[in-house]
């Protein structure tokens, strides 16, 4: 434990699992008060508890505008002013292009794409001036791997939404940022394919990246804080945290 963050006001969505509860962890032991939101309170209560008395989950499925709306104002309700925003949640569908479905394209969009824009546009009132924001795109924005397209195409969107993003809220000095990891190990692939599946995609990719191994929840995090909070002179950058993947 220690106050690095001591007095600042965290969202997280996405956060009761993987590298949004990772970076609640951080934030919430260097004195945080962390939000964090996910699909099911259960999940998000257990994660809460786990946290401790500085985290509350709020459950709000980022795809549904009126949930968003009712983050905000409980967010206003419990935090007043928000000074970091980790748009974190998302879902995979890793599939070759031929047997997408028109329902995964939709869902991976409403989720990926349209819900972190949403989350960015419904709380962007809250955020205090110098506050940071962050968005988790993916290494596979950036280059091409089999069965990520439709995944990848929404990353990259979010990529470029930084961008902008970071120009529009720069007068009042809130600086956006995207993180790009890599793959780590969190159990994403688990939730949409099959345990065979998911073993072989973890195997191609540990085949193929520099460092050999996948990359933990707590690595990304610390990209995460950085951005948020130290990176200071930073705004509508990528932050990629992937072993060397994308510099092959
Ligand atoms: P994860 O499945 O543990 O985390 C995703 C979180 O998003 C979960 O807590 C889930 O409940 C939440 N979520 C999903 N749909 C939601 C919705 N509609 N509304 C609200 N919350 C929703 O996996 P993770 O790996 O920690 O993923 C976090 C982010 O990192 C995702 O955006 C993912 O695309 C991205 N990412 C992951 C990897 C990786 O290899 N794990 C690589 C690059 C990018």
Do not use: C, H, W
């Amino acid at each position: 434990m220690n106050d690095t963050y001591g007095g600042k006001n965290v969202v997280i969505t996405g956060g009761g699992s993987g590298i949004g509860f990772a970076t609640a962890k951080l934030l919430v032991d260097a004195g945080a008060r962390v939000v964090i939101t996910g699909r099911s309170q259960t999940t998000l209560d257990a994660a809460a508890e786990r946290l401790g008395t500085n985290a509350l989950g709020v459950r709000s499925d980022v795809s549904a505008l009126p949930d968003l709306d009712a983050l905000a104002a409980r967010v206003r309700d419990e935090l007043g002013t928000v000074q970091a925003l980790f748009v974190n949640a998302g879902i995979t569908s890793a599939m070759p292009f031929a047997s997408t479905t028109e329902e995964v394209y939709d869902e991976s969009f409403a989720i990926n794409v349209k819900g972190a824009f949403f989350t960015v546009q419904k709380l962007a009132p809250l955020l205090s001036t110098g506050a940071g924001v962050v968005l988790t795109t993916s290494a596979v924005n950036v280059m091409g791997m089999e069965g990520t397209s439709v995944y990848a195409a929404g990353k990259a969107a979010l990529r470029s939404m930084a961008r902008s993003f970071s120009r529009e809220l720069l007068p009042r000095g809130i600086r956006v940022n995207a993180v790009s990891p890599g793959p780590v190990d969190t159990g994403i692939l688990e939730n949409t394919m099959t345990k065979e599946a998911a073993d072989q995609f973890k195997a191609e990719r540990v085949a193929e990246n520099p460092m050999r191994r996948f990359g933990n929840p707590e690595e990304v995090a610390r990209a995460v804080a950085f951005l948020a909070f130290d990176a200071t002179y930073t705004t509508g950058a990528e932050f990629v945290v992937d072993g060397g993947m994308t510099q092959l």
